[in-house]
């Protein structure tokens, strides 16, 4: 049990071989940022709950902050030991957060029409298959702006931080000016315990994941909180935002140097050739391949390349 700020709790495990978060906010009333995977419940959050001398049936509010299996996972643990409890998630991700089939297919399916060099290992899809618990409904559809009064010098304000998923939510503290942003900004990668980058920082939309950016250097807060890396704060805050904007810059440009280099790419051939130059990444390394289509989509709209027609696996070519 950390407490990162007044009211603002820390609950830290590992999951593979990385750091793991998630969030507790405590005052008259309560609200769990996060649930893991189905074991993190079980394993880690009640466990937590029970140093802290705080019953699950006390619990208010549990937030999902966007639509992954580490994030929503243990919904279905967590509600059977807390059935009082509000749970909350944005109107964009809710389809796939209550119904791991969709999940599946759309969160983690899409890789496989791009080929095996772009598509997770049987191993990893079963891994994610097993981090899911049972479908479990969301209470209260949040679009960013609500504010939660949790107590008289608790209010929190829901950010809407899109770009490493359509619907990712932070929450916003003004009194301490800690932005709980969770996954929504990623650095050039997350990292292992000894601070290497392992995992490519998989932003689904770059435009949005820059608006993100920017939309927290306006807060300018005094600390950010995320799922997996160390608490920041002051100039830490602002070094690590300006790293995830500058990992933005290096990919679109590589993108677009080698498919105009090459003529015809494929998305696995893309990871092949970028893997190592943005990275290299030893976890999860075909997730890079999210931001390679999203700046592919910036350049078929900027009119200089095409998607070629019925190629399989999916094909563009370089036209400007």
């Known amino acids: ?13 590992v999951f593979g071989p990385r750091p793991f978060a998630q969030y507790v906010l405590r005052a008259d009333r309560s609200m769990l940022i996060d649930t893991g995977i189905d074991a993190t419940p079980g394993d880690v959050i009640v466990p937590f709950f029970e140093r802290a001398a705080f019953s699950p049936e006390s619990l208010t509010y549990v937030l999902t902050s966007h639509a992954d299996v580490d994030h929503f996972g243990g919904n279905a643990a967590l509600r059977t030991v807390a059935p009082q409890a509000i ?6 991700d809710v389809p796939i957060i209550t119904n791991r089939e969709r999940a599946m297919a759309e969160r983690y399916g899409w890789y496989a029409e791009h080929g095996a060099g772009a598509d997770y290992d049987a191993d990893t899809k079963e891994l ?22 949790l107590g ?7 950010l ?10 932070g929450v916003w503290e003004p009194e301490s000016r800690s932005a709980i942003v969770i996954d929504a900004v990623l650095g050039q990668g997350l990292y292992n315990f000894d601070h290497e980058v392992i995992h490519p ?3 689904m939309d770059a435009a949005a994941y820059e608006g993100t950016i920017e939309t927290l250097r306006a807060l300018q807060p005094e600390r950010l909180l995320t799922a997996h890396y160390d ?3 002051g100039a830490e805050v602002r070094d690590f935002l300006d790293t995830s904007a500058g990992f933005v810059d290096r990919a679109r440009a590589a993108v677009r ?28 390394p075909n997730e890079l391949a999210g931001p390679i289509r999203s700046h592919l989509r910036e350049l078929v709209a900027e009119g200089v390349v095409e998607i070629v027609p019925g190629a399989k696996p999916p094909t563009w070519k370089w036209t400007g």
């Open 1 to 13: 049990m950390v407490e990162v700020a007044p009211g603002i709790e820390r609950i830290e495990s």
């Open 231 to 233: 608490v920041m704060e």
């Open 160 to 169: 809407t931080l899109p770009g490493h998923s359509a619907g990712h939510l």
């Open 87 to 92: 749970f909350c998630a944005s109107t964009l």
């Open 201 to 203: 920082p998989p932003y």
């Open 257 to 284: 140097r080698v498919v105009h280099a090459s003529g015809t790419v494929t998305l696995a051939g893309l990871l092949a050739e970028l893997g190592p130059e943005l990275g290299p990444f030893t976890s999860f």
């Open 152 to 158: 008289p010098k608790l209010r929190v304000q829901i």
């Open 128 to 149: 994610l298959a097993a981090g899911m618990g049972p479908d479990t409904d969301i209470d209260i559809e949040l679009t960013g702006g609500e504010w939660f009064r």
